[in-house]
């Protein structure tokens, strides 16, 4: 596989799909050539680290999270060419533990019936790492892998409209460094995390993203798996499928600008390994743009504003978000202003404040309803 190349795979058995499209993007071949790049002459001794996306504790079939079959086949096509160190690594989103979805979403099982050590990114140490002229806490267990497959979820994000391979390394940082990153409004950290993590392969869960939320719940059933090796050109492609362009996405047109990878889609090559799949590709309806409008967002945590926007669209569905008098703040950039509707506790002092850190769809839009009707 080269690194302008993307392979994709159509089907229902995800398992043997995940493990097909390996085998025809040779993953061996890019294992033995980064243990080649280290000095290193059996290949089988590198430490091999597997990066799922495991947000919050939803099924992999709300559109949030990793499906587990992928992540074991991907250990079965290891396993059985005699890579045996592996491990999992993750971090769930601020607001969640990672220890509830491992065992909610089946890493638990997974890592058990594979005999896979999961190492949860929350309670790991960290450092600091300077990514080409930022410095960012990186947890420790980066450090104790030499070759990373990155097996984000393609999906939509309600502040960076997209997240795939580059924003799904935020996994791998600590909870204090994921508040940092809002407060410096995603798109700059997100870029310059990808000089602090390297992936070495992308296997992208395709399968039913959430097109909208990071979080799930409206899923697009694709039924498509994707690698490559590229991170940027990963998610330049995504943009592509979502009927963007990668200036609508800073931090995907400044990850290839500082070195990361590249944009430059037009001259990749897409194999369809299974042929004549690729036409069932369609852009998202962009939902969440329909009630930004009613939203003053200033460095809010993505948990945060994936409660909130549910709520919102509930409302605009119900009549009764266009009666709101005044917009709603949300983020971190509120902390110690007055105003009129706050949500989460950095809006504490507003005249009207659903509490919470973050508080849950159902009190936002039970609050903001009783607020609308007086």
């Avoid at 897409?270 to 036409?279: A, L, R, S």
């Avoid at 202003?337 to 404040?353: A, L, M, V, Y």
């Amino acid at each position: 596989m080269l690194q302008h190349e993307i392979y994709k795979i159509y089907g229902t058995d995800y398992k043997d799909m995940t493990i097909r499209i390996l085998e025809e993007s040779n993953l061996q071949e890019a294992v033995r050539n980064k243990a080649e790049a280290m000095g290193i002459n059996d290949a089988t001794q590198l430490r091999i680290g597997i990066k799922p996306n495991l947000v919050a504790p939803t099924p992999a079939s709300f559109g949030a999270t990793t499906h587990t079959e992928v992540v074991a086949g991907i250990i079965e096509y290891l396993q059985a060419r005699d890579f045996n160190d592996i491990k999992i690594a993750e971090g769930s989103w601020v607001g969640d533990k990672t220890s509830d979805a491992y065992e909610f979403c089946g890493y638990k099982t997974l890592c058990e019936n594979y005999d896979v050590p999961f190492v949860d990114a929350q309670k790991d140490g960290h450092h600091t790492v300077d990514c080409n002229g930022l410095d960012i806490e990186i947890c420790d267990v980066v450090n104790d892998i030499d070759f990373l497959i990155n097996v984000p979820v393609m999906k939509g994000h309600c502040q960076t409209r997209i997240t795939c391979a580059l924003k799904n390394m935020k996994g791998l940082i600590p909870n204090t460094e994921k508040r940092h990153f809002h407060s410096m409004g995603l798109h700059r950290p997100i870029a310059h995390l990808s000089q602090g993590i390297h992936q070495d392969f992308i296997v992208v869960d395709h399968i039913c993203g959430d097109l909208d939320f990071e979080e799930g719940g409206n899923p697009v059933v694709r039924n498509c798996i994707m690698t490559a090796l590229d991170p940027v050109l990963v998610d330049a492609y995504v943009c592509k499928l979502m009927g963007l362009t990668v200036e609508d996405v800073e931090y995907v047109k400044l990850a290839g600008e500082i070195g990361s990878g590249s944009t430059d889609v037009e001259h990749a090559r897409i194999y369809d390994i299974n042929e004549g799949n690729m036409d069932k590709e369609a852009p998202r309806d962009n939902k969440v743009l329909r009630v930004k409008y009613a939203v003053n967002e200033v460095d809010s945590c993505s948990a945060c504003y994936a409660s909130l926007v549910p709520a919102l669209l509930q409302l605009e569905e119900e009549g009764l978000l266009e009666k709101l008098d005044s917009q709603i703040a949300i983020g971190q950039g509120h902390q110690g202003e007055t105003g009129k509707i706050g949500i989460g506790k950095c809006t504490r002092n507003f005249d009207f404040c659903v509490m919470g850190c973050p508080p849950d769809t159902e009190h936002i839009y039970e609050e903001l309803k009783k607020y609308i009707l007086g």
